[in-house]
């Protein structure tokens, strides 16, 4: 009897390391690298381009649907704030209008790729850039979308990652945009970041055809007004990052619960034989998207 104090507190010492460990698993199991804190991976993303393969097969991913949401309420504020009808001409094209919109956004601000904003609201974004912060990849994707989606464009963040995503420990991913143009009834990759598109024998390449024109050595020319990187600079940067591609289904936010759990709210085209990647930079876990082979289902037809 006068060792039950010591059996009880040993018994709350145990089932207090039991918690502690339990803790540091998930943590490890969730971000290798405990968000940062511990350097591990390697250093550079491998800079081959290689020749990339698709299917056509129903992999039972979600339908992707870009309705006009140019008149939810945020988006008129943006279009109004910002003047943005001032961007378009009625007498060009589709493409001209988009690339105004890409050049614009890209004025800005300077590129910045270790400071995040901290909000997704593009007039958030725009007036902190005019005191003067400077923003990411990720902040030029997110306000480039908000600017043509207010115009009535179907766009789209686009987030590439590298083969090796799963193994660098930064510089493995990269966030631009696709927008459906309506005249030439195709989708068309921008690069805010950098203000670049891209073409072969004068058609707008999406991103995946602009991987493979590389990867074949194909010619691609560059339209790129901000001349903040080379053209061949710039393709041979951007080829790698061309391996993985994933949108975010229906708008949808992730949460650290969706992490845990393993909610699907993105699409991932990824080539045939390829691994799926469980981390991002061995940041954070990599559970949240659905995976496939087919183009189809990156690219939905979009009606008139």
């Not at 901290?118 to 007039?123: C, K, P, R, S, V």
Request: glycine share 6%; charged share 20%; net charge negative.
């Amino acid at each position: 009897m006068k060792n039950h104090p010591f059996i009880l507190v040993k018994t709350i010492l145990h089932s207090i390391l039991a918690l502690v460990l339990g803790a540091v698993i998930f943590a490890f199991w969730l971000s290798p690298r405990l968000g940062g804190l511990i350097p591990w991976g390697k250093e550079a993303i491998n800079p081959t381009i290689s020749v990339l393969h698709f299917d056509t097969l129903d992999h039972g991913a979600p339908r992707l649907n870009y309705p006009d949401i140019s008149q939810e309420p945020h988006l008129v504020e943006l279009r109004t704030a910002y003047a943005l009808d001032t961007l378009m001409h009625p007498g060009h094209t589709d493409l001209e209008n988009v690339l105004a919109v890409q050049h614009w956004v890209r004025s800005r601000w300077q590129h910045d790729g270790e400071h995040a904003a901290g909000t997704t609201n593009a007039i958030d974004i725009l007036r902190a850039a005019e005191q003067g912060e400077r923003f990411r990849c990720v902040e030029y994707s997110m306000v480039t979308t908000a600017c043509l989606a207010a115009l009535g464009y179907r766009v789209r963040g686009l987030g590439l990652m590298a083969r090796d995503i799963g193994e660098v420990r930064s510089g493995g991913g990269h966030a631009a945009n696709e927008v459906y143009l309506r005249d030439l009834r195709k989708w068309m990759f921008l690069d805010p970041q950098y203000d670049i598109i891209t073409f072969h024998d004068s058609v707008p390449l999406n991103a995946v055809e602009l991987q493979r024109m590389l990867a074949l050595g194909h010619d691609v020319d560059v339209v790129n007004p901000s001349r903040t990187i080379g053209d061949e600079e710039y393709l041979r940067w951007i080829g790698p990052y061309l391996y993985y591609i994933y949108v975010t289904i229906d708008r949808q936010s992730i949460t650290l619960w969706d992490r845990v759990v393993g909610n699907k709210k993105q699409l991932t085209l990824y080539p045939i034989g390829a691994e799926q990647p469980a981390y991002f930079q061995r940041m954070i876990r990599w559970n949240n998207t659905f995976y496939t082979h087919a183009l189809r289902d990156l690219y939905p037809v979009i009606p008139d």
